[in-house]
């Protein structure tokens, strides 16, 4: 089987742990948040993977930052989400503070990457 050069950075790596972390803790979320804040979450974390993955086939350097901005700035918007959960009370301190952790990791993990552009 083929490895492609996306799934070897720790960056792309790392953001399906992410997602990994976010689909099972949005399990617990209200029901009533299944088109909200749960779907809000997946479609962020899943863009922060796919962002990484599309950059590294582009050819020129620029469009490949690009694709690492992009995925930089659904890292935050998961952020957001995650602070906007823990005010809502759908996460406890723990949760957070883990995801905040996740988070934090994988802005620099990008950052990392976009460096290399």
């Not at 803790?25 to 029901?31: A, S």
Request: glycine share 4%.
């Amino acid at each position: 089987m083929k490895v492609y050069s996306f799934e070897k950075l720790e960056a792309w790596q790392h953001a399906r742990k992410l997602t990994g972390w976010v689909y099972r803790i949005t399990r617990y979320f209200p029901e009533e948040e299944k088109f909200g804040i749960i779907n809000q979450w997946r479609r962020a974390a899943i863009a922060i993977a796919s962002n990484i993955a599309e950059g590294t086939s582009r050819v020129t350097s620029k469009d490949q930052c690009h694709f690492s901005t992009i995925a930089y700035s659904s890292t935050i918007e998961l952020l957001n989400d995650l602070i906007i959960s823990l005010d809502l009370l759908f996460l406890n301190e723990n949760n957070y503070a883990e995801g905040r952790n996740l988070i934090e990791k994988q802005t620099y993990l990008i950052s990392q990457i976009a460096t290399e552009y």
